[in-house]
Every structure is written in structure tokens, then in C-alpha cells.
């Protein structure tokens, strides 16, 4: 059993950057890909950001060259750093992990203020 525990998140200003950060526990010798998605109210859970155990990063394309993706495969961290943070970028942001299946943190709010 894979265990996240994400941190980082808040309010920001528009244009302003913030950090979020996620570690895995448990069963993480199984872990091939981890990354981010968001949940915005009243819209489904959407792909952000993911990077596989070999470097391999995806990003969405709402995000790209707004946001980077980062890991240490071997402590089975992950981290995305936010720029130019738009309001559209209000969500309730997930860590997620995939092994035999997906594992998801707690989620940890991110408010985009005007």
C-alpha cells in the first residue's frame, strides 16, 4: 500500500508562483510514474503534470512552460513548481502515484487571487 503526503499550496496573487511537494511511503518499490492533477468546483479531475521513474515528464498543455515537474526516483518524491499563476489555475491540486494501480494524496487547495 502507497502512502502520499503532499504540502505546499495556498493563496497567491495572480502571476505569483507557488510550490507543491509530495512524498511516497510504503509499497514505493513498485512506483513507476508519479504526478499531479487537479480538481476545479464542478469539473472533473484533470491530468496537470506527470514524470516516470526514467525522467520522462507530460505536462498539460494549459500548464506547459508555466509549470516543471520534478522527482527523485529513488525517494519517490515529486515536485511542481507554479509560475504565472493564472486564475483558472484554482483547483484542489492531487499527488498520484501508479503501480498496480493509481494511489492519490489528500489533495491541498491552491486559490489564484485577481
Known amino acids: 500500500q502507497v502512502q502520499l503526503v503532499e504540502s505546499g499550496g495556498g493563496l497567491v496573487q495572480a502571476g505569483g508562483s507557488l510550490r507543491l511537494s509530495c512524498a511516497a511511503s510504503?509499497?514505493?518499490?513498485?512506483?513507476?510514474?508519479m504526478g499531479w492533477y487537479r480538481q476545479a468546483p464542478g469539473k472533473q479531475r484533470e491530468l496537470v503534470a506527470i514524470?516516470?521513474?526514467?525522467?520522462?515528464?507530460n505536462y498539460a498543455d494549459s500548464v506547459k512552460g508555466r509549470f516543471t515537474i520534478s522527482g527523485n526516483n529513488a525517494k519517490k518524491t515529486v515536485s511542481l513548481q507554479m509560475n504565472s499563476l493564472k486564475l483558472e489555475d484554482t483547483a484542489v491540486y492531487y499527488c498520484?502515484?501508479?503501480?498496480?494501480?493509481?494511489?492519490w494524496g489528500q489533495g491541498t487547495q491552491v486559490t489564484v487571487s485577481s
Open positions: 510504503g509499497g514505493i518499490f513498485s512506483i513507476n510514474v
Open positions: 514524470i516516470t521513474s526514467g525522467g520522462n515528464t
Open positions: 498520484a502515484a501508479d503501480s498496480l494501480r493509481r494511489f
